[in-house]
């Protein structure tokens, strides 16, 4: 989890499925299991983090001048991502944690933006902790009814989608109902 979460892109799905499968036989701990990947991915993006935080503006800047064209990216996108991220910070770094290949440079931002440390392990975590429980939960599953998981692999998907999207409608609501105040 931690190479995961760190540079290296690596799937979690390679170890937390056949972990969950495991564990519905028996085999493993569910609670060691989920606690250890949410670690493992703190730790790598904790890496990232601090990677992008003590790296900082001036590397970015220099970095965008010399090969931002070759990559579309300009000084104002820059400066965009960082309006951007300051405002959203915490929910796109929870969101970011459910996202293949973004879980993987979402820390990046963080880091630049210098979000506070403790925000960004929270959301990290609670991102990292409920990618780590669907995978976790699908390979429980998956160890003892692969034909209930053909079955109903859609309505898997789509609870997934809508649990994340209700995250999303109440941080927004939170976020309108704190701007009023």
């Known amino acids: 989890m931690t190479i995961e979460s ?4 690596f799937p979690s799905e390679v170890i937390l499925i056949p972990a969950g499968a495991l564990v519905a036989q028996g085999k493993m701990s569910f609670t060691l299991v989920f606690i250890m990947a949410i ?5 790598g993006a904790l890496i990232n983090f601090a990677t992008a935080f003590f790296l900082g503006r001036k590397t970015i800047d220099a970095l965008t001048k010399k090969y931002g064209k070759f990559l579309f990216i300009s000084k104002k996108s820059v ?8 405002k959203h910070g915490e929910i796109t770094t929870f969101i970011g944690r459910l996202i293949p290949a973004v879980r993987q440079l979402i820390s990046l931002p963080a880091g630049f933006s210098r979000m506070n440390l403790s925000k960004f392990i929270i959301f990290t975590s609670m ?17 003892d009814n692969i034909d209930w ?30 701007s009023i105040y």
């Open 127 to 143: 991102g990292a902790g409920l990618w780590s429980l669907i995978l976790i939960c699908i390979g429980y599953v998956a160890g």
């Open 39 to 43: 670690l493992g991915s703190l730790i």
């Open 149 to 178: 998981i053909s079955f109903n692999g859609g309505y898997l998907t789509l609870a997934i989608i809508l649990l994340s999207l209700i995250i999303v409608i109440i941080y927004i609501l939170l976020r309108k109902k704190r």
């Open 6 to 9: 760190s540079f290296f892109p």
């Open 79 to 86: 400066k965009k991502s960082d309006v951007y991220f300051a």
